[in-house]
């Protein structure tokens, strides 16, 4: 067995509660963030890369992490997101012909410490049971009590913006310069597969950091606009909200995916707020309520717009909503060309139940290019 020598570790959470493991490799070292767990079977990769995850320790349910290794084409960012990972067993080896490299390659690439041989079923149990919490992994099983002391002063996720942390920090060209419509895309921490599946639609799109002014995107007189996923708090992202009610006023077609759908809810005026536990996962089952069709989905948020607030407004319509739990997963506005989903449709690895709401967002941007002709 590789590693003989690999360290002990532990988790520490913010409760005091205890889960030990050991190091991946031999490595030593301690990571803080809030800990939650990701149901997925397969999709590593690009969960440890997706934006929305930033300053979390992700606890991987699944068995066996690693063992189909890691390709560099599956990314959905320039870097690893995730502040640390906990999982059952750690793959060393991996067989899958068109991996580049092995997880443990991977990680220690990005310099991402790593903890395994960890009870994850009783973690995860407890974390579902207690919710979702700051947490520190670490090797430094002789110095917990100062561990104690530095995971208090590590900031709650309630109230914390991190979208800066994670956006582009000039604007920047994706897909084909000749394509039909232009896209301007609001970077609050976007995944890659998001601008794959809009520039092959048929879509040039500029994509503007977290607090672009409403005017600099107007300027490049777009067909369209999107609000991306992203991590942390959304009622922070004051600039964020202010485009998104520019935007509407614009009249011209708005598509927002999980943070971009909270900040659309909220130019709206429906309040936000921090779940127990969210949903992370690759099979959240989904109510289309226009169709009656069910759709299993990609999720990763720990906030949620309020649903009273929803129904109660007069411009607001719920689309979608999320069966295990009732809360709202889909909106738009009734008379404006404006929709948002709680949920990831460009998924990847899957599902691609809900792929069809990006052929519904060029559906409006045709329809509104036809009337400005």
Known sequence: MKYQSKKKAFILLADGTIFYGKSVGDKEGTAFGEVCFNTGMTGYQEIFTDPSYFGQLMVTTNAHIGNYGTNEEEIESDSIKISGLICRNFSYEYSRSI???????????????????????????????????????????????????????????????????????EPYFYGEEDAPFKIAALDIGIKKNILRNLAKRG???????????????????????????????????????????????????????????????????????????????INHPILNLKTGKGEIT??????????????????????????????VAGIRMKDKDVFSVQYHPEASPGPHDADYLFD??????????????
């Open 298 to 327: 990609s999720q990763n948020h720990g906030f949620a717009i309020n649903r009273e607030e929803t129904e109660s407004n007069d411009n607001l319509e719920i689309t979608h909503v999320h069966l295990n739990d009732q809360t």
């Open 203 to 281: 879509a040039y799109i500029k994509v503007y950091p977290y607090n672009a002014k409403f005017s600099d995107m107007a300027n490049w007189n777009p067909d369209a606009y999107f609000i991306s996923n992203g991590p942390g708090d959304p009622e922070p992202l004051v600039d964020a909200i202010e485009v998104a009610k520019e935007i509407i006023k614009s009249d011209k077609p708005l598509f927002g995916i999980c943070l971009g759908h909270q900040v659309i809810a909220l130019a709206n005026g429906v309040s936000t707020y921090k779940m127990h536990n969210g949903h992370r996962g």
């Open 99 to 169: 991996a580049d490299a092995s997880l443990e390659e991977f990680l220690n690439k990005y310099n991402l410490f790593a903890i395994s041989d960890v009870d994850t079923r009783a973690l995860v149990s407890y974390i579902r049971d207690n919710g979702a919490m700051n947490a520190v992994i670490s090797t430094d099983v002789d110095n917990i009590e100062a561990l104690k002391g530095q995971l208090a002063e590590v900031p709650s996720m309630e109230g914390l913006e991190l979208a800066s942390k994670v956006s582009t920090k």
């Open 360 to 373: 519904d967002f060029f559906k409006l941007i045709e329809k509104n290019s036809k009337q400005s002709a």
